[in-house]
């Protein structure tokens, strides 16, 4: 069944598992994470997307997709419940006489190809629901159009010591791709790869169904799909953060409280779906300093340094700093919380101490969600 032409189709790789997330991905996958007192890590592309004027995305789960697949519904909250275009949920299923997992990014939008056909585009926007951004995608698809590009990827400017982590490129004085590795241990240049892509249609097509039937390949667009033909880079020179560790998560929401270069007002609207919440409340007896707080969020105690999710609830006597609370948490009388990320809807019993200072230097403390912290341990 065809619908109405559309020139691009994004196709939004949600499924990761973001095992490095410890405890916060046990039970939802990386993408459904909230992040920044109010969103999930989701929003971003989602909003970029609408931003950018692109209506048809896919977007393909995997891993604990419940939280993910219920967050999103119909798309309403991102003005994507259209009758031609719009969101659509792509899970793994079975076909006549086959049935697997995604086994890779590749093979992902391989097993999703009559989506992408059934609207007959030019383009496909390839990207990655794990990370925080704004990007105007229609800035990158219309460079790829200028360069007549098989394949365009866009690319940030990383430290010499970060670059490893990556799949980093080499480019001409045009932009042209003249070398590509995929986490190379001796990084020949610092252009990281973002996991953003813009393909031409047929000529992704051709290159998923080849991979398909090599034996040997990963099903991974870094190393396996990527068309060598021609292949130009677009860079990228805002906030970028791969939320893919704990230290990251904690640092990209530390970043919204000072000068980081990701401003969250404006015209570029990020999208999230949310209850309602009463106002914030901050009692007269207490401290809130370079922190923010949530509609919903009580607060009886001191707050300094953190962010504070909606329906939080800090009682008396609580000393918050550092950390990053997230919705629903209550925290009980003269507790102390330091340098610490608290998943939703954890109880911390009265007179407990979680974390230890930032300046000792230690590893950020992590209490998983729906926990009860009481003298002894998590329970």
């Known amino acids: 069944m065809k619908s109405a032409k559309k020139e691009c189709v994004v196709m939004l790789l949600a499924g990761g598992q973001g095992s490095r997330l410890g405890a916060l991905t046990k039970k939802l996958a990386k993408p459904s994470v909230p992040y920044g007192g109010k969103y999930r890590i989701i929003d971003f592309p989602l909003s970029n997307c609408v931003n950018s004027g692109l209506d048809t995305i896919g977007v393909l789960t995997q891993y604990q997709p419940l939280i993910l697949n219920s967050y999103i519904g119909d798309g309403k909250s991102w003005d994507l419940d259209r009758m031609n275009g719009g969101i659509q949920i792509l899970p ?61 990827i866009s690319v940030i400017d990383v430290p010499v010591r970060e670059a490893s982590r990556f799949g980093i490129l080499s480019s001409d004085d045009e932009g042209r791709i003249t070398d590509f590795e995929e986490k190379p241990k001796k990084p020949r240049s610092t252009k990281a790869s973002m996991g953003i892509y813009v393909f031409n249609w047929n000529k992704l097509k051709e290159y998923l169904k080849i991979d398909n039937k090599n034996p040997k390949s990963t099903r991974d667009f870094g190393k396996d799909v990527i068309p060598g033909e021609k292949m130009y880079s677009y860079e990228f020179k805002g906030y970028w953060k791969d939320v893919g560790t704990i230290d990251s998560l904690w640092q990209a929401n530390m970043d919204l409280l000072g000068n980081s270069g990701l401003d969250l007002s404006g015209d570029w609207v990020i999208y999230s779906r949310h209850t309602e919440r009463p106002p914030q409340y901050i009692s007269s007896n207490s401290s809130v300093k370079n922190s923010i707080v949530s509609e919903g969020a009580v607060i009886l105690g001191s707050v300094e340094n953190s962010v504070i999710f909606s329906g939080v609830k800090i009682e008396e006597n609580v000393v918050v700093k550092d950390s990053v609370i997230m919705a629903d948490v209550q925290i009980r009388e003269n507790s102390v919380i330091n340098y610490s990320i608290i998943d939703e809807s954890v109880i911390i019993e009265a007179n407990l101490k979680v974390g230890t200072p930032i300046d000792k230097n230690p590893d950020i403390t992590v209490i998983p969600r729906e926990s009860i912290v009481r003298t002894g341990g998590v329970k």
Not at 93 to 99: A, E, I, N
Not at 108 to 113: E, G, L, P, R, V
Request: overall charge negative; glycine content about 4%; aromatic content about 16%.
């Open 92 to 152: 793994p299923y079975q076909r006549v006489g086959d049935s697997e997992w995604y086994s890779g990014t590749a093979n992902a939008i391989y097993q999703n190809m009559d989506f992408i056909d059934q609207y007959n585009p030019e383009y496909v926007l390839v990207l990655s629901g794990d990370h925080i951004y704004k990007m105007d995608y229609s800035l990158m698809i219309k460079f790829h159009k200028e360069k007549s590009a098989d394949c365009t």
